[in-house]
């Protein structure tokens, strides 16, 4: 006989709920933003531009006269130690405007050279300006980049359905955001739901938002019921909910990846572990 039944994918430690954020650029505010994020239980992605790393300039825009000085490869290798390092391209193109040939540099010799910082693989990336095109993305899945963060932000708490067109939930400059964060911890979700912020540390000097941003952090950190992880940590954590492999009735799964999954079935958690299989009971 037909059994309908309702399978939901959860976040790691069987969750509904996960947080993240992303800051570009890899300029000296990180520093403090990061002790903020350590404080709060946060935990985030930064996107640095290789060929950019060590330099003194000072960033002048309407609305900003600010620092924008960037870490060394030796500073960023200690300060950004306990969070994701990912790709911002080797100069900051707009890769949507520039030749395959250059998108492939400015994407695979920026990977390479993070990587002799964080000595694994690097597979993240923001696109500089948050422009990309089909093309862009075809290049950066050659160069092993899993996902691409954009600018345009959605208001809402989706899984993204195309990692490299990643958009995020908002601009930590947005008047929206504390109103989203409440919501965001208000609502019990049928299925799992993401907040990703997003911005720039210099902002922070630019705007005197700092005290702002330390609020938001201390209503939305160290919850039970939210998982914070970096931008790679939750793509990687999908990619092995993807990899569960079910048998033909359903009644068992097997996890082949070295992740431990969680799942909500019929209104049961089930932990699958790493190369396991469970049976997924009855009713």
């Not at 396991?276 to 009855?282: D, P, Y």
Request: proline share 4%; hydrophobic share 35%; charged share 30%.
């Amino acid at each position: 006989m037909l059994r309908l039944r309702t399978d939901i994918p959860l976040f790691y430690g069987g969750k509904k709920k996960a947080f993240t954020v992303s800051y570009d650029d890899g300029v000296t505010q990180d520093e403090r933003l990061i002790s903020l994020m350590d404080a709060y239980g946060i935990k985030g992605t930064f996107n640095l531009n290789a060929g950019l790393m060590g330099d003194r300039d000072w960033l002048v825009q309407p609305g900003i006269d600010v620092s924008h000085y960037k870490f060394s490869k030796e500073e960023a290798a200690i300060i950004y130690k306990n969070h994701e390092i990912a790709v911002h391209s080797m100069t900051h193109p707009a890769l949507s405007k520039v030749p395959r040939a250059m998108v492939a540099y400015e994407t695979a010799e920026c990977k390479k050279e993070l990587e002799e910082i964080t000595r694994k693989p690097v597979r993240g990336m923001a696109y500089p300006f948050g422009t990309y095109n089909p093309a862009a993305q075809d290049v950066l899945k050659s160069c092993g980049i899993a996902y691409a963060r954009t600018v345009k932000s959605t208001y809402e708490f989706q899984i993204p359905k195309d990692f490299l067109a990643w958009d995020p939930t908002c601009h930590h400059t947005e008047e929206c955001m504390e109103r989203l964060g409440d919501e965001f911890l208000e609502m019990e979700p049928e299925e799992p739901a993401l907040f990703y912020l997003w911005g720039h540390a210099y902002e922070f000097d630019a705007y005197g938002e700092w005290e702002r941003i330390e609020a938001f952090f201390k209503k939305i950190g160290k919850k039970e019921e939210i998982w914070y992880a970096t931008n790679l940590e939750i793509v990687e954590y999908l990619e092995a909910v993807d990899r569960l492999i079910y048998s033909a009735t359903g009644d068992y799964i097997s996890n082949p990846s070295a992740r431990d999954v969680w799942m909500e079935i019929d209104g049961e958690i089930y932990c699958i572990g790493s190369g396991e299989t469970v049976i997924i009971k009855k009713k």
